[in-house]
């Protein structure tokens, strides 16, 4: 089993959509206006064999700690794995890669 790590495609985003949906129980009307409004340049998604079995948004945001400035940080959101790909360390993976890219790009705080 090896798992592969990446932002999705435009062409992902119905497969994501639907373990969000699994995970959410999200209904597949939401399908349409999620898929119109999504950043998938803030997405991660777990592929194993092109399918997609997992996936989390790493959303760039700020932290004001009584400063004017803000510190970057990012935002870790909508974390799902399909039920059958559980406890096999998906998330794990997701959630490192997430942590990596977040660093990457200077992000001081994760929450």
């Known amino acids: 089993m090896s798992?592969?790590?990446?932002?999705p495609e435009p062409d992902d985003l119905g497969a994501v959509f639907d373990v969000r949906a699994q995970a959410f129980a999200v209904p597949d009307s939401?399908?349409?206006p999620w898929i119109g409004r999504v950043d998938p340049a803030t997405m991660l998604t777990a592929f194993c064999d092109g399918a997609v079995v997992g996936s989390l948004n790493a959303i760039p945001m700020g932290?004001?700690?009584?400063?004017?400035?803000?510190?970057?940080m990012?935002?870790?959101?909508?974390?799902v794995v399909r039920p059958e790909w559980r406890g096999q360390?998906?998330?794990?993976?997701?959630?490192a890669a997430a942590l990596e890219r977040m660093h990457a790009r200077?992000?001081?705080?994760?929450?």
């Open 3 to 7: 798992i592969e790590i990446r932002a």
């Open 30 to 32: 939401d399908r349409q």
């Open 63 to 72: 932290q004001w700690f009584g400063g004017a400035d803000a510190l970057p």
């Open 74 to 79: 990012g935002g870790i959101a909508t974390v």
């Open 89 to 95: 360390g998906v998330g794990a993976q997701l959630l």
């Open 106 to 111: 200077g992000d001081a705080v994760s929450t």
